[in-house]
């Protein structure tokens, strides 16, 4: 005897697995109008302003409010410049070791702090803002400051020095090399709105993310972040058109130089420093003497820690700022 399957057509189960085939397409269908309409009011309730601290300090350079930071009122000066998602307040350890002998200034960068959001967000656009806040708080002539540049903001203060000739007295990259982040051109496409800010928003109000992330870069011998501690990160990146400037970085790319902007830096007069941490997990052991030979600087200063040597090791960072600044006074002299 023939069983019910056994006589079922071909045709028959052909209609079967389109109407199978159609179900799971309208269920796919349900679910991502679900996901994208619970997507679009996360983001609508989570889209309210967020304040300012109190008591912070700006100054109008480059068309632009600057928001900086500043220790000390005697000796050379020192511009303390930041890397993504970094602001002024990333100093604040090393900024009181070195403002005991020497007049120090951290500036936010657009885009990243409390400093106006204003596009652009290139290298190019930041380095001509750092020397507008040079200009505009008088540090010019004899007066004219070492600039040091954290992360992706080495290739700020790079470029500062190449544009700004005899305005800049010397130039450090501290746990940065200046060059491209290896990006594919596709990264910005793959998450799309409104997804990407959920994420985004979501992943930055979890104070556990913020300190994983913050642990992986710092490392054991920095202080533990407190909530009090996580607010000072994420309370920058939550300010008025710092989300769009997070989404311009990703498609153009980090602030980098090119192999021609490193030539010239390299032939530039300006003395130079490379300052990096012993277990920085971005780079490997070889990278901080490549930098140094790439820039025209002398053989590395290695120090305690990950990526972020300023909170790890701000006396030694501190240590290495002073011999630059000494060496600066030098050639000057």
């Not at 085939?21 to 967020?50: C, D, E, F, I, K």
């Not at 010239?264 to 930098?291: C, E, I, M």
């Not at 200063?301 to 006396?315: A, Q, Y």
Request: with cysteine; net charge positive; hydrophobic share 45%.
């Amino acid at each position: 005897m023939l069983t019910a399957s056994a006589t079922t057509s071909p045709a028959s189960r052909g209609r079967r697995g389109i109407r199978a085939a159609r179900r799971l397409l309208l269920w796919v269908v349900v679910a991502v109008a679900a996901l994208t309409a619970a997507s679009l009011l996360y983001n609508v309730v989570t889209s309210g302003p967020v304040g300012r601290p109190a008591g912070l300090t700006f100054v109008r350079a480059g068309h632009i409010q600057i928001r900086y930071r500043a220790w000390g009122t005697t000796g050379s000066p020192v511009v303390l410049v930041p890397g993504a998602f970094e602001t002024a307040d990333t100093f604040a350890a090393l900024g009181a070791d070195l403002g005991t002998d020497h007049r120090v200034f951290a500036v936010d960068l657009p885009g990243t702090g409390y400093s106006q959001a204003t596009p652009p967000f290139t290298v190019a656009a930041h380095a001509a803002r750092v020397l507008a806040f040079i200009q505009v708080m008088g540090l010019t002539g004899r007066n004219a400051p070492v600039l040091v540049g954290h992360s992706s903001g080495a290739a700020v203060a790079g470029l500062a020095a190449l544009d700004g000739g005899r305005r800049v007295a010397g130039v450090m990259f501290l746990d940065g090399d200046a060059e491209p982040l290896a990006i594919p051109s596709f990264a910005h496409d793959v998450v799309i709105d409104p997804f990407r800010t959920t994420a985004f928003r979501l992943g930055l109000s979890l104070d556990w993310v913020v300190r994983a992330i913050y642990d992986s870069q710092c490392g054991p011998l920095c202080p533990r972040l407190t909530h009090a501690g996580v607010e000072v990160w994420r309370r920058p990146l939550r300010q008025p058109g710092n989300e769009n400037a997070l989404w311009a970085t990703l498609r153009t790319g980090i602030p980098s130089l090119t192999g021609a902007q490193l030539t010239r830096l390299h032939r530039t007069p300006v003395p130079k420093s490379v300052v990096f941490g012993v277990s920085d997990p971005q780079y490997g052991r070889a990278v901080p003497a490549r930098v140094a030979d790439r820039i025209g600087a002398p053989p590395p200063v290695i120090v305690p820690g990950r990526h972020l040597t300023m909170i790890s090791s701000p006396r030694q960072v501190a240590a290495a700022i002073r011999a630059l600044c000494r060496r600066s006074a030098a050639t000057a002299g």
